[in-house]
């Protein structure tokens, strides 16, 4: 693991999105796995600016988001689908078909986690994975537990992960008790993984996920037995490293 401490979230960002640019000039036609929520906000219109000024070409990418909460369509406000059209697939040339997410709003949700889990299989592994982390250790929705998923799961999410997401809708009832997410051995198996983390709500997780035991409990200490782990934090959420 190669950690980078950076003076504020912004120059977090700044990084951050050079290091994918870096991944997309040398490999244009990447699979890169991307994150919703907070942290990567700033990364992504980075990238935006990146494409708008300098023509980061985005047109021969293939993009897989972790994650999808179970229940809400693609046009709905609070869905990772509509994040990812705000904040950086709408503003750049991706092409709509090479966009995977699991789909928010199936008939059957063990199907589309099946059809999800397929598409993954013959387009990865992913390149590059950026990954957020939650308060609780958790990476996409693998929630601490005694055995995590390995392929595509229906993930229940915990009661923390839940009133953390609450600020992003109008109140913690309308956040769903379920997602889609992408299983741990599919993020495992990315060839190279971008673990951000910022902010004082991180400390707690960023020192357990990196210093801590590797165990199901902390998902994101997984992260210790990869080869090529990339983790950018901020002073506030490096407070605890030693
Ligand atoms: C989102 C995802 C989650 C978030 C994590 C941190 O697609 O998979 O694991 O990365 O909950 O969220 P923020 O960045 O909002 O603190």
Redesign the pocket.
């Known amino acids: 693991m190669e950690i980078t401490v950076f003076d504020d979230y912004q120059k977090l960002s700044a990084a951050a999105a050079t290091l994918i640019a870096a991944q997309i000039y040398q490999k244009p036609n990447s699979v890169l796995g991307?994150?919703?929520?907070?942290?990567?906000?700033k990364t992504y219109q980075y990238l935006v600016k990146f494409h708008q000024q300098q023509g980061l070409d985005f047109s021969k990418i293939i993009s897989f988001?972790?994650?999808e909460y179970l229940g809400l369509a693609p046009n709905h406000r609070q869905s990772?689908a509509y994040y990812m059209q705000k904040h950086l697939f709408g503003q750049v040339n991706i092409k709509q078909k090479n966009i995977y997410f699991p789909t928010g709003n199936p008939q059957c949700p063990q199907e589309a986690c099946q059809k999800y889990q397929q598409h993954l299989k013959e387009l990865g592994p992913l390149d590059l994975q950026i990954?957020?982390?939650?308060?609780n250790g958790?990476?996409?929705?693998?929630e601490p537990a005694n055995e995590l998923n390995t392929s595509t799961f229906i993930a229940c999410l915990s009661p923390q992960?839940r009133a953390?997401?609450a600020?992003?809708f109008d109140s913690q009832k309308e956040v769903p008790h379920y997602a889609i997410?992408?299983g741990i051995t599919s993020i495992m198996q990315s060839k190279k993984i971008l673990l951000?983390?910022?902010?004082t709500?991180?400390q707690q997780a960023i020192k357990k996920a990196l210093q801590g035991n590797i165990t199901t409990q902390v998902p994101a200490s997984l992260l210790q037995t990869h080869p090529f782990v990339n983790v950018f934090v901020d002073n506030q959420a490096a407070d605890l490293l030693t």
């Open positions: 991307f994150a919703t929520g907070s942290t990567p906000l988001n972790l994650d990772y990954l957020g982390l939650g308060a958790h990476i996409g929705f693998n992960t953390d997401n600020r992003f997410s992408m951000l983390a910022a902010g709500q991180k």
